[in-house]
T-cell receptor, first 114, second 113 residues
Framework: DTAVSQTPKYLVTQMGNDKSIKCEQNLGHDTMYWYKQDSKKFLKIMFS???????INETVPNRFSPKSPDKAHLNLHINSLELGDSAVYFCASSDGLAGTDTQYFGPGTRLTVL | AQSVSQHNHHVILSEAASLELGCNYSYGGTVNLFWYVQYPGQHLQLLLKYFSGDPLVKGIKGFEAEFIKSKFSFNLRKPSVQWSDTAEYFC???????????FGAGTILRVKS
């Protein structure tokens, strides 16, 4: 049973398109995250949600909009895709908001914008 | 802003060699420290973490890490690596009071059998 799953695993699209990445966790966790891994391999936090409420919103362009329909799901919608959006996007979840909580990661979605 | 530096991007070792991967962070306050590992084809997973107490922490698969506050370091060690330790290793830091993890760029370890 996969704990944190993401779909799709690979996404290739043209500039200007709108796309979504879905994330689901079956761990019963209250907190979920989106990270972006750029070409230099750094994972950078984009958003976090706790019980469907936005907690962290880093300086991400407003073309990126997270949506949490329930605490087990956190989807990422991206409008007007740009070349610089090409990256691997990781979803993660944790039990709570404590800094000591372990985060559990999904397999990643490799987005390529042409 | 917090940052995390991992000094080696690629490390190649023979089986049974000892491993030490460096990690330094820039945050001056109290921190929680993590090492995550991504084995080929698998999800990123926790190897070990430190948040208080004994600065030498032990994790899964014989790994350990030592927090040296004066050096802002949290180096990962294993006395004798195995081929199955081939993976990418990420150091991460979280400042007390928040749940935001700041990651290093990762170190790719290849163990030759």
């Amino acid at each position: 049973d996969t704990a944190v799953s993401q779909t799709p695993k690979y996404l290739v699209t043209q500039m200007g398109n709108d796309k979504s990445i879905k994330c689901e966790q079956n761990l019963g966790h209250d907190t979920m995250y989106w990270y972006k891994q750029d070409s230099k391999k750094f994972l950078k936090i984009m958003f976090s949600y706790n019980n469907k409420e936005l907690i962290i919103n880093e300086t991400v362009p407003n073309r990126f909009s997270p949506k949490s329909p329930d605490k087990a799901h956190l989807n990422l919608h991206i409008n007007s895709l740009e070349l610089g959006d090409s990256a691997v996007y990781f979803c993660a979840s944790s039990d709570g908001l404590a800094g000591t909580d372990t985060q559990y990661f999904g397999p990643g979605t490799r987005l390529t914008v042409l | 802003a917090q940052s995390v530096s991992q000094h080696n991007h690629h490390v190649i070792l023979s089986e049974a060699a000892s491993l030490e991967l460096g990690c330094n962070y820039s945050y001056g306050g109290t921190v929680n420290l993590f090492w995550y590992v991504q084995y080929p084809g698998q999800h990123l997973q926790l190897l070990l973490k430190y948040f208080s107490g004994d600065p030498l922490v032990k994790g899964i698969k014989g790994f350990e890490a030592e927090f040296i506050k004066s050096k802002f370091s949290f180096n990962l060690r294993k006395p004798s690596v195995q081929w199955s330790d081939t993976a990418e290793y990420f150091c991460a830091v979280n400042a007390h009071g928040g749940n935001k993890l700041v990651f290093g760029a990762g170190t790719i370890l290849r163990v030759k059998s």
